[in-house]
């Protein structure tokens, strides 16, 4: 049996409160079938590729075209019906911030705020999430800032894995194109995707793995932080591991 994508890429108060609490990441094919889900046939699909994805360390500068590109990769998340999410949405999320970061935050989905706006991280969780890059010495203009799924799961639930699937080439050719020096995984879903393990968030934060030559940081979704408001060690935790991505960018 043909392996998938997923398969593949496993083998293979502010800014001054937040420091001061925590002590201081195609392939065009036209195919349509609407019982699934599927675009109807005279939209592009993405899809993966079968072989093994080549490192993005050492490549050139970014380009003209790479830049037109993901324009079109926004144009084609906001018409996408590749999974059922694209039922219930108001807005789909493809991302915003700089097209050439080399810093990119990857959450979860969108929220409530981010469906309705059809932006990333605007909600309680967003606002937490810019104080800690404004903290790291970051505008907000300088990094990118999106989700493993571009479309609202309903309810606020955690995607299923067809639709992260589904969803998961335009993310990879967002990564492609941006090449960012960092990625942050923020939570255990793409912590998840990227970096798959049995071990929990407390574990595997604070430690940088790698995809395709690129290093990545797992560390708590800022949505935690508020569910565990008044735990300072959650807070120190979060700000350290963004201090060895401020170090390695030198933003220290």
């Given at each position: 049996?043909k ?9 293979l108060?502010g800014?001054?409160d ?7 990441g195609f392939?065009l094919k036209t195919?349509?079938?609407?019982d ?10 993405l ?11 050492g490549?050139p500068?970014?380009t003209a075209a790479?830049r037109?590109?993901?324009?079109e990769?926004?144009k084609q ?8 999410l ?8 493809p ?5 050439s970061?080399e810093l990119m935050?990857i959450g979860e ?10 932006r ?6 967003g606002?937490l999430?810019?104080k800690?890059i404004a903290?790291?010495?970051?505008h907000?203009?300088e ?6 799924v571009k479309c ?15 969803c998961?080439p335009y993310?990879?050719r967002?990564?492609e194109?941006i ?10 879903t793409p ?21 395709r030559?690129?290093p990545?940081?797992p560390?708590?979704h800022?949505?935690y932080?508020?569910?565990?408001e ?12 963004m ?10």
């Amino acid at each position: 049996m043909k392996k998938n994508a997923a398969d593949i890429w496993e083998d293979l108060k502010g800014q001054v409160d937040f420091l001061s609490e925590a002590g201081a990441g195609f392939v065009l094919k036209t195919e349509g079938n609407a019982d699934r889900g599927g675009p109807p046939p005279e939209s592009p699909r993405l899809e993966a590729t079968a072989s093994p994805l080549p490192s993005l360390a050492g490549l050139p500068a970014q380009t003209a075209a790479e830049r037109k590109a993901l324009e079109e990769i926004d144009k084609q998340v906001l018409v996408c019906r590749l999974c059922p999410l694209h039922r219930l949405r108001t807005k789909a999320v493809p991302g915003e911030g700089s097209r050439s970061a080399e810093l990119m935050f990857i959450g979860e989905g969108p929220g409530r705020d981010e469906d309705a706006q059809g932006r990333p991280f605007v909600g309680r969780a967003g606002q937490l999430l810019r104080k800690i890059i404004a903290a790291m010495k970051f505008h907000e203009d300088e990094v990118y800032i999106t989700n493993m799924v571009k479309c609202r799961p309903p309810d606020n639930r955690i995607p299923h894995r067809e639709e992260e699937e589904a969803c998961s080439p335009y993310l990879i050719r967002q990564i492609e194109l941006i090449r960012p020096r960092v990625i942050v995984l923020l939570g255990k879903t793409p912590t998840d995707w990227f970096l798959p393990s049995r071990q929990g968030m407390t574990s595997r934060r604070g430690h940088f793995g790698d995809y395709r030559g690129i290093p990545v940081m797992p560390t708590f979704h800022p949505s935690y932080l508020i569910r565990n408001e008044g735990n300072r060690e959650i807070k120190r935790m979060v700000w350290d591991d963004m201090q060895k991505v401020m170090a390695l960018l030198g933003r220290k």
